[in-house]
């Protein structure tokens, strides 16, 4: 595979180095890189280093800042509230998890609602932690609009991710991370970049018609799965991550962001849910894996998550490779003298 | 229109008859109904009287109880359980309703789950209901197995609707209920009575082949909306409506459970969210409102609902028509001397 070859730890001093030079304090930045790693780990290129510029810009430009130091409250009995103070998510995010997971186990079920946060990253990391600890996870983000909803041309939701785990007997969780484009932007990104086609259906231009040109999708609007039930879930996802919590739509993002490969501050929800509490003591744990089971009968069935356990079995000995064009860059960028 | 004119008084009055005449008490009768008059009055047909049969086929066979009195219970700070003791669903809904309201405003958030019913209405009335009271809320229940996960060829989740509400400012609330499948039961039920054809990718027949035929679908598999990741949902949904709370997996309802046109035991989780618990105060109505105008701004874009909304404006003057021969079943049904 062309390229440069990195382990987990030189991309982790890679990033950690870059983001200190632009200005992170070292709890951002250890937060940051971690799931930037994680996805690498995990074979998720998309939201692995690729981002690290993205994170960049999103610093330089004044917009979040490196140094903040989020404040986290439970407001109401089932619910945590943390304030980014415009830090990058991540940070915000680690210092939310534990909280929530004790006000889930408190109260059986409890949200977290995260706020002045710039987020860019995968969600499904986020699930996987709260379900590694026992509890069943639901999380949700806007993001700037990207997304027409049905019958549109025009871009409104964010492409809202949603993100659900669910805890396994044996082995990691259940976790499944699914944008409400029928492809996530990262990977028309990565299909611009590289000169792909998309599929039929993905996207139209900026004049509202149709196209497979990964380029002009990204000038375009990409649309939702599933027509108007995606549609729906993208609107409900708005509605939980942004209107719930006092944040700002994906349009009002948009509207408040330059356009400049950074982030925008965006607002993050996350639902966790204690199944211990709910009636059936542990019953639920069997009962789920009978039901696991039961699915993967069938020839062709898989459960999500399949490919990122494989290639977290390998890539951690293996190492992997990101373009020369990007190494250069980061490099580029972590020089600011 | 051909068939028997209906007012909304009259189709309640037949409904209780016949429940009444099948063995239920007043309580059961009533909740019953009301769901199914709730579907007519806004011309959801595939919800409404045409369900009857199946909740006399469900009560004659001894599965359900007619006379059942739910036991709601707060097991949780914030989780309200309903044992249905084997009622139709509609009454242990109500009977859940107000105590996950009340949990929901003193935690932020709360779920209600309910046992032991039997359910074959429409999601939507229950989160309504919650909505208008001035809470966000998501259901999701289980029921047969009826849809292949994405890449298998049988059944396996249930149709699992979600339905969503969101309160507005002035008029009813925004209001989604979707299946995973690609068309909902109901409506392929109504296309196979009336011999309509139906749409490309939305079923199996039962040798796994695609199929645009009705019945064929009614006797094979529907596939999930969106593929996998409509099928993500539908495994989500699977295991809060069933393995979270101790129910039946669609796949064991089946194995449990004569096909005989009657509803199958199953469970239902009802999720509450008080949005002036989340830190935004009451700014979240005002918020929420400027982002469905944004939506509105554009041409071919709609809000769910408003087909329902411009029924239930008609409906109550006009009334309805039932085909004749679901008329006359509903009166055999009913006289059970």
């Known amino acids: 595979m062309a390229g440069i070859h990195l382990t987990l730890e030189a991309a982790r001093g890679l990033s950690v180095s870059c983001l200190t030079a632009n200005g992170c304090d070292d709890d951002n930045a250890q937060a940051v890189t971690e799931?930037?790693?994680k996805a690498e780990r995990d074979g998720c290129t998309s939201h692995g280093i690729f981002r690290l510029p993205g994170y960049v810009k999103t610093l330089r430009c004044g917009r979040a800042d490196g140094k903040a130091v989020p404040v986290v409250e439970?407001?109401?009995?089932?619910?945590?509230?943390?304030?980014?103070?415009?830090?990058?998510?991540?940070?915000?995010?680690?210092?939310?998890?534990?909280?929530?997971?004790?006000?889930?186990?408190?109260?059986?079920?409890?949200?977290?609602?995260?706020?002045?946060?710039?987020?860019?990253?995968?969600?499904?990391?986020?699930?996987?932690?709260?379900?590694?600890?026992?509890?069943?996870?639901?999380?949700?983000?806007?993001?700037?609009?990207?997304?027409?909803?049905?019958?549109?041309?025009?871009?409104?939701?964010?492409?809202?991710?949603m993100a659900f785990g669910w805890p396994?007997?044996?082995?990691?969780?259940?976790?499944?991370?699914?944008?409400?484009?029928?492809?996530?932007?990262?990977e028309v990104m990565i299909a611009a970049r590289d000169g792909h086609a998309l599929p039929e259906g993905v996207a139209l231009d900026a004049d509202g018609n149709p196209t497979t040109d990964a380029q002009a999708a990204v000038d375009g609007v990409l649309l939702p799965f599933g027509g108007y039930k995606g549609s729906s879930i993208g609107m409900m996802i708005e509605l939980l991550a942004a209107g719930l919590i006092g944040e700002t739509f994906?349009?009002?993002?948009?509207?408040?962001?330059?356009?400049?490969?950074g982030a925008g501050r965006g607002g993050e929800v996350i639902i966790a849910i204690a199944p211990?509490?709910?009636?059936?003591?542990?019953?639920?744990?069997?009962?789920?894996?009978?039901?696991?089971?039961?699915?993967l009968k069938q020839d062709g069935v898989r459960l999500p998550g399949g490919r990122r356990h494989a290639e977290r079995a390998r890539i951690p000995k293996e190492g992997f490779h990101i373009p020369g064009s990007l190494h250069e860059k980061i490099l580029a960028l972590t020089n600011t003298e």
Not at 250 to 261: F, I, Q, S
Not at 276 to 295: C, I, K, P, V, Y
Request: proline share 6%.
């Open 250 to 261: 994906a349009y009002e993002t948009t509207a408040n962001t330059a356009d400049d490969g």
């Open 35 to 37: 799931v930037m790693i």
């Open 74 to 161: 439970r407001i109401s009995p089932a619910v945590v509230r943390v304030d980014g103070q415009n830090c990058l998510a991540p940070l915000a995010l680690d210092r939310g998890r534990q909280p929530l997971i004790e006000a889930a186990r408190e109260t059986g079920i409890a949200a977290l609602s995260l706020v002045r946060i710039f987020h860019m990253a995968a969600l499904w990391p986020e699930v996987e932690a709260i379900a590694e600890d026992g509890l069943c996870a639901l999380a949700v983000t806007s993001s700037r609009a990207l997304v027409a909803p049905a019958g549109g041309t025009k871009a409104m939701f964010g492409t809202n991710p």
């Open 276 to 295: 211990n509490r709910f009636g059936d003591g542990e019953g639920w744990l069997d009962h789920s894996e009978a039901f696991f089971a039961e699915m």
């Open 168 to 186: 396994r007997r044996d082995g990691p969780p259940l976790v499944f991370d699914q944008a409400v484009s029928v492809m996530a932007r990262g």
